[in-house]
């Protein structure tokens, strides 16, 4: 963040948007679901968005998050490295987030590495683990660790297999999204009489 400037008119209004967006109770939330899930060897940041994101910085937190949701043999990042070199740490990020993608959370979920590292949008930082989290409720494998109740869970196929004889039955039936053949008609009107004739 030391890198940035000071921002004026237009740039200042998205900025101070894109900071409102930033929820301190999810910010929480997480911060417990991530300890639940990874152990307590991860520790705890200091409250508010900058120690959020000083803890997620380097990749290692995340890293060792997505690793806790696959068992021991199937674990998509192999080698999780401390390192303080900036380049290395990005690399992590970015490996957290293909294996986030693979994990089944949308792209659109998805924060930019670069929304983590300079704290540009901490709030997609938090977008992206609610949706890794509600993918582990969902999948509900045994890799999932914490309250239920901290995130919803995705919706599921409801497949319906209906007879030939339940189809054909639906073909005479009028729904109601096409109006009703009740009700208001004709019946009874008068004419208008004759149009005024003009000469």
Known sequence: MSNQGPAFGLSRDVRRRIEQKYEPDLEERLVEWIIAQCGAKVGRPEPGRSGFQLWLKDGTVLSQLINSLYSDDK??????????????QMEQVSQFLIAAEGYGVNKTDIFQTVDLWEA????????????????????????????????????????RDFTNEQLSQGKNIIGLQMGSNQGASQAGTVSYGRPRQIL
């Open 75 to 88: 674990k998509p990042i192999k080698k999780i490295q401390d390192t303080d070199k900036a380049f290395k």
């Open 120 to 159: 540009k949008d901490m709030s997609a930082v938090q977008r992206t683990l609610m949706a890794l989290g509600s993918i582990a409720i969902t999948r509900d494998d045994g890799h999932y660790h914490g309250d239920p109740n901290w995130f919803h869970r995705k919706a599921q196929e409801n497949k």
